[in-house]
């Protein structure tokens, strides 16, 4: 009776198993996007770079999508000085703490918006 119920316990254990553990969550996020987020990019220049979402107080706001409407130049060296440096004068300020990969995710993230 204690065999019997010795091996029962043991069988319940083993269809009990505990699961393995879940995989970590994907990153889903690519991270030149996550700066543009974490940054506050999006909240002036919206989450699609096209300036609706604008906040802009000078009456200002380059289309990411459109290169004609850039004013510091839509190349990647120009638009990495516009990061670093900002447009003094502007509610665009400088970025000058970032780490230079974060610059590079920036402006590739802003090129990537680029349509025409
Ligand atoms: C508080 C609002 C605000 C935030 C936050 C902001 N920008 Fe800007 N940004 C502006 C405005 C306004 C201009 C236009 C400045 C001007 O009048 O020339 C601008 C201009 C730019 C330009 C130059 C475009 C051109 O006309 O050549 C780039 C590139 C840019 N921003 C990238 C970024 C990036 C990347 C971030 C985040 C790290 C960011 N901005 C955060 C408001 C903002």
Not at 5 to 13: I, M, V, Y
Not at 33 to 54: I, L, P, V, W, Y
Not at 77 to 83: G, Q, T
Not at 103 to 109: G, S, Y
């Amino acid at each position: 009776m204690a065999l019997a119920f010795h091996c029962s316990k043991l069988d319940f254990e083993e269809t009990r198993e505990p699961p393995p553990p879940p995989p970590p969550p994907r990153v889903t996020v690519p991270f030149p996007e996550a700066m543009f987020e974490q940054n506050g990019c999006a909240s002036c220049h919206g989450k699609d770079g096209d300036g609706r979402a604008t906040l802009s107080s000078n009456g200002y706001m380059p289309n990411f999508q459109d290169k004609s409407t850039y004013r510091h130049g839509s190349s990647l060296p120009e638009i990495l000085n516009s990061i670093k440096k900002g447009v003094p004068g502007t509610q665009m300020r400088g970025y000058p703490h970032l780490q230079k990969e974060e610059w590079r995710a920036l402006a590739q993230h802003i090129l990537g918006f680029q349509k025409k």
